[in-house]
C-alpha cells in the first residue's frame, strides 16, 4: 500500500507559476503508476497527468490536451515525490488538485482514466486569477 500527500497549492496570477508536491509513502516494493488529477468548481474530476517512471529506463508521460506544453509531471524515484510544475497558469486551472496511484502489475499499464486509480491524496487547492 501507498499513502499520498500532497502540498504546494497556492493562490497565483494568471501567467505564473507553481510546483504541486505529492510525497508517496510505501509499506512494500510494489511499483506504482502516478497521475494528477483536478476537480474545477462545480465540475467533476478529470486528467491532468499520468506518469510511468518506476521500473522502466525511461519515463513515460500523457497529458490533458488543456494543459500539453504547460504542465510537466515527473517523479523523484529516489526521494518517492511526484511533481507536477504548472506553467504560464490559466484562470480555468482553477481547482482541487489530487494525486493518485496505481499498483503496477504484469496486467496493468498506464491509465489516464481515473477510475483504474485506487488510492488518493486529499486534495491541495489552486486558485488562478485573472
Known amino acids: 500500500q501507498v499513502r499520498l500527500v500532497e502540498s504546494g497549492g497556492d493562490s497565483v496570477q494568471a501567467g505564473g507559476s507553481l510546483r504541486l508536491s505529492c510525497a508517496a509513502s510505501r509499506d512494500t516494493d510494489d511499483a506504482y503508476y502516478f497521475g494528477w488529477f483536478r476537480q474545477a468548481p462545480g465540475k467533476g474530476r478529470g486528467l491532468v497527468a499520468v506518469i510511468d517512471a518506476e521500473t522502466t529506463s525511461r519515463p513515460y508521460t500523457q497529458y490533458a490536451a488543456s494543459v500539453e506544453g504547460r504542465f510537466t509531471i515527473s517523479e523523484d524515484t529516489a526521494r518517492d515525490i511526484i511533481y507536477l510544475q504548472m506553467n504560464n497558469v490559466k484562470p480555468e486551472d482553477t481547482g482541487v488538485y489530487f494525486c493518485?496511484?496505481?499498483?503496477?502489475?504484469?496486467?496493468?499499464?498506464?491509465?489516464?482514466?481515473?477510475?483504474?486509480?485506487?488510492?488518493w491524496g486529499q486534495g491541495t487547492q489552486v486558485t488562478v486569477s485573472s
Open positions: 493518485a496511484a496505481r499498483r503496477k502489475t504484469k496486467l496493468t499499464i498506464l491509465s489516464t482514466m481515473q477510475e483504474h486509480y485506487r488510492i
